[in-house]
């Protein structure tokens, strides 16, 4: 296969093509062998297409999988080369009594959440946690009552579509949080979940004017190993100022919008007008953030 980033494309496990386990190249091989790899392709982790070929080195072992189409208009991100993978999907009703209950919970252990983020992302500003909570105050994430403490972190990461890692003259280097193909939506994390859900961190570089990261543009794609709350990662680094600034962010803003919109004795309340312009205007930041990716290459070169 004639792809100069290959190996930064290979998957070390894929779902099996027809049952319901992951599966090494090796196992693969060994249970189809090479000349069935066009009628039962291994499925692809992110997408869930049987779209996989298997690697082998020079001694014919395996050593992974890589995705073999390529189409325009995929969303995998190791297959996309214009559309943009689908975020994690939040579509919840408010639930006050949910939404105060989850909200503090993380807020009482935001260093911890942030801290675990940081880990997977070390240029994540605190203006962006602030950008993500925002975010989930405006899609009622917080009113879902199967939400898990542990896995939000995560989830904003999902949520955070590209971030920014580093940039210079010549190139940026973004991050993008996608959770395996079984988790469209954070019910399927929090409703219907029967495994532990696998996350995958796809880093991109880029140094083409004007155009979002395609699969070309990959430069790593892993599997995130999840920390846990009790035990973060740089809990005592988090500057003092950044601090202050999250604390005076979550006093000044219960994410409930203007309180005289939402009756406090309405545990079933839906997005109200306001809510709706806030959840608008974090769309458009979202839009923003992908204009800015634009403006940014365009300046660079
Ligand atoms: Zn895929």
Redesign the pocket.
């Known amino acids: 296969m004639n792809v100069t980033n290959l190996d930064k494309l290979l998957l070390a496990r894929a779902f099996h093509p027809s049952a319901d386990h992951d599966i090494d190249a090796g196992r693969y091989l060994g249970e189809f062998g090479e000349d069935a790899a066009g009628k039962r392709r291994a499925r692809?982790?992110?997408?869930?297409?049987h779209?996989?070929d298997v690697v082998v080195d020079d001694e014919g072992a395996a050593v992974g999988f890589v995705?073999r189409e390529r189409a325009s208009a995929?969303r995998?991100?190791?297959?996309a080369q214009s559309v943009q993978p689908q975020a994690l999907q939040v579509a919840h009703a408010r639930d006050l009594r949910c939404h105060r209950q989850n909200r503090a919970a993380f807020v009482a252990r935001w260093r911890a959440h942030y801290s675990l983020m940081k880990a997977q992302v070390e240029a994540l500003t605190i203006a962006r946690l602030i950008s993500l909570v925002a975010y989930a105050d405006a899609v009622n994430l917080w009113s879902h009552p199967g939400l898990r403490q542990s896995d939000m972190p995560y989830v904003l990461l999902a949520l955070g579509e590209l971030i920014a890692e580093h940039s210079d003259a010549v190139s940026t280097q973004w991050v993008r949080f996608v959770f395996n193909?079984t988790v469209r939506t954070v019910d399927d994390l929090w409703t219907t979940r029967t495994a532990t859900p696998t996350l995958f961190r796809v880093r991109y570089r880029t140094d083409t004017v004007g155009s979002l990261p395609s699969w070309r543009d990959v430069v790593a794609c892993d599997e995130v190993v999840f920390g846990t709350l009790d035990d973060p990662p740089f809990d005592g680094a988090i500057h003092t100022a950044d601090a202050m600034r999250f604390e005076a962010f979550v006093q000044s803003d219960d994410g409930l919008g203007t309180p005289a919109d939402v009756p406090s004795d309405d545990v079933s309340q839906t997005l109200s007008g306001s809510q709706d312009s806030v959840r608008q205007s974090l769309e458009n930041y979202a839009v923003y953030t992908m204009r800015a990716y634009a403006r940014r290459r365009g300046k660079s070169a």
Request: charged letters at 5%; a positive charge; hydrophobic letters at 40%.
């Open positions: 692809c982790p992110l997408c869930l297409r779209a996989l995705h995929s995998c991100p190791l297959a193909g």
